[in-house]
Nanobody, 115 residues
Framework: VQLVESGGGLVQPGGSLRLSCVASGFRFSSYDLSWYRQAPGSERELVATITRSGGSTNYANPVKGRFTISRDNAKNTVYLQMNSLEPEDTALYYC?????????WGQGTQVTVSS
């Protein structure tokens, strides 16, 4: 089982990034998918979730209206489009796949928002 994130980097405030997470080794379409983030000295927090069908999404209040989660079950990939980035969005971003029995994590991709 693997979840491999990519797309992080250094961006100026107000900029955009698109994170990707490619999954392998399990039935991707049977899992709800989420993005979490963890800033230095802080606990890991949920950013966004999309259900296995893609029919429902949920967002943490700080990112509502700025971030969009989506998935492509044919490509075993989940995305996080991040717009209007703020310094407070700086964190290590993790991809998560979960169902009633299993819970998988990626290694994370760093996002740094700074001028």
């Amino acid at each position: 089982v693997q979840l491999v994130e990519s797309g992080g980097g250094l961006v100026q405030p107000g900029g955009s990034l698109r994170l990707s997470c490619v999954a392998s080794g399990f039935r991707f379409s049977s899992y709800d998918l989420s993005w979490y983030r963890q800033a230095p000295g802080s606990e890991r927090e949920l950013v966004a979730t999309i259900t296995r069908s893609g029919g429902s999404t949920n967002y943490a209040n700080p990112v509502k209206g700025r971030f969009t989660i989506s998935r492509d079950n044919a490509k075993n990939t989940v995305y996080l489009q991040m717009n209007s980035l703020e310094p407070e969005d700086t964190a290590l971003y993790y991809c998560n796949a979960r169902n009633d029995w299993y819970d998988y994590w990626g290694q994370g991709t760093q996002v740094t928002v700074s001028s």
